[in-house]
């Protein structure tokens, strides 16, 4: 029967057309809850928190950045493009991020008069990734703006507009393209009027331009042409309760994997599922961050021996004192891990055996996911250990 585990809404009430992943895609989750355990509309809510948990929690933020996945489309920082500063002489221009590094966009800025109008002398920045940067003639440097300018007039005729308000980007604009979307760079401080008449005037100027032999004699004086590497600063803000959110709702998933949806149905887990539905600002009750693991210590080189990725994501459960506490590390020693109290025991779920490996992890260097104890004898078995 379709029972939001969540909300306990059935199809009377709700719809159950989306799945959930156990552990949220963007960090490599593979695996879904059976059709029917959550709700879409929880899904939905889940999904806006992830967003947040994905983008602007630092551990989670950093260590994606560095070491993947790439996880959903939405999530992927294609259009993680903002202004970034020259490594030597701090100019800006526009930049993303990728596994931690910043890249040059392949862009133009276009220097606007008092009335708004192009001059003629434009700069090009080209990603240094892609260029010879010992080849200094003209010719060599014309074929990079001949690729920019059908890259740029292939794209999709839909652009972003990212702001900053450093005065160096007063009168200019920047138009930079990647993967076939055209991001523009304006200043917070400098009224242009019909931003968008401009826009589309400047996309215009840049593809009549005609790449020849007499290309200097188009304009008044040479494009001038620029490769360089940026450096990047990040500011991240996120909510605390957004974030302990996902942890209660992916120990929650794992419980419901690991035993049944009548099973964490039970009254004795509603204190957790109102924590994690509340509207309220509230923390998570009973929500900690523990210390900061050892990376040498000995459960991590046992992973290590059994061939288990580095960056692994684990979900364990025990009994201390009486309730039932999940620990919750991503990417493996690189986060620290996270306990949860999901329920006081008293009789309520004597029959969740912890006394053996009761837990989940997600290897998603390797794609493989599955409950702790059953991935352990896998990977003990391919070893020639059993």
């Known amino acids: 029967m379709n029972r939001c585990i969540y909300t306990g809404k059935t199809d009377r009430n709700a719809t159950f057309t989306q799945k959930e992943h156990i552990i949220p895609k963007a960090i490599g989750g593979i695996f879904?809850?059976?059709?029917?355990?959550?709700?879409?509309?929880?899904?939905?809510?889940?999904?806006?928190w992830e967003e947040q948990f994905v983008h602007q929690f630092p551990p989670v933020a950093l260590s994606r950045r560095?070491?993947?996945?790439?996880g959903r489309k939405k999530h992927l920082q294609v259009d993680g493009i903002s202004f970034m500063t020259t490594i030597k002489d701090e100019k800006i221009q526009l930049g993303y991020l990728y596994r931690g590094k910043p890249y040059s966009l392949d862009q133009a800025i276009i220097t606007l008069d008092k009335g708004l109008k192009?001059?003629?002398?434009?700069?090009?920045?080209?990603?240094?990734?892609?260029?010879?940067?010992?080849?200094?003639?003209?010719?060599?440097?014309l074929h990079y703006l001949h690729k920019f300018l059908i890259e740029?007039?292939?794209?999709?005729?839909?652009?972003?507009?990212?702001?900053?308000?450093?005065?160096?980007?007063?009168?200019?604009?920047?138009?930079?393209?990647?993967?076939?979307?055209?991001?523009?760079g304006l200043s917070k401080k400098q009224n242009y009027g019909d931003v968008h008449a401009l826009i589309n005037q400047l996309l215009k100027f840049l593809e009549d331009i005609k790449i020849s032999n007499n290309f200097?004699?188009?304009?008044?004086?040479?494009?001038?042409?620029?490769?360089?590497?940026?450096?990047a600063k990040l500011q991240i803000e996120f909510n605390r309760v957004f974030i302990e959110k996902v942890y209660a709702k992916i120990a929650f998933n794992v419980l419901a994997q690991l035993t049944s949806q009548e099973f964490v149905l039970r009254p004795c887990f509603d204190p957790l599922r109102e924590s994690?539905?509340?509207?309220?600002?509230?923390?998570?009750?009973?929500?900690?961050?523990?210390?900061?693991?050892?990376?040498?210590?000995?459960?991590?080189?046992?992973?290590?021996?059994?061939?288990?990725?580095n960056y692994m994501h684990m979900v364990t459960f025990n009994r201390v004192e009486g309730n039932l506490v999940?620990?919750?590390?991503?990417?493996?020693s690189c986060c620290i891990p996270i306990f949860i109290t999901m329920c006081k025991d008293n009789g309520n779920i004597s029959d969740f055996n912890t006394n053996y490996l009761q837990g989940y992890l997600c290897d998603w260097e390797?794609?493989?996911?599955?409950?702790?104890?059953?991935?352990?004898?896998?990977?003990?078995?391919?070893s020639g250990n059993i």
């Not at 560095?66 to 790439?70: I, L, N, R, S, T």
């Open 66 to 70: 560095f070491f993947g996945p790439d």
């Open 216 to 231: 200097k004699k188009n304009f008044d004086e040479q494009p001038t042409f620029f490769v360089s590497q940026v450096q």
């Open 276 to 309: 994690i539905l509340s509207d309220k600002n509230e923390d998570i009750s009973e929500f900690q961050f523990a210390r900061e693991l050892n990376c040498d210590c000995k459960i991590n080189k046992y992973w290590q021996l059994l061939g288990i990725g």
């Open 118 to 141: 192009p001059q003629k002398q434009i700069e090009f920045i080209f990603n240094p990734e892609k260029i010879d940067t010992g080849a200094a003639n003209m010719d060599y440097r």
């Open 152 to 184: 740029l007039k292939a794209a999709d005729s839909k652009y972003r507009l990212i702001y900053d308000d450093g005065d160096e980007l007063l009168n200019k604009i920047y138009i930079g393209v990647r993967k076939n979307k055209i991001f523009i």
């Open 326 to 332: 999940a620990m919750i590390q991503l990417y493996g």
């Open 366 to 382: 390797h794609k493989e996911e599955k409950p702790l104890i059953q991935l352990v004898v896998d990977r003990m078995h391919r």
């Open 32 to 48: 879904t809850l059976p059709t029917g355990y959550v709700s879409d509309e929880v899904n939905h809510r889940f999904s806006i």
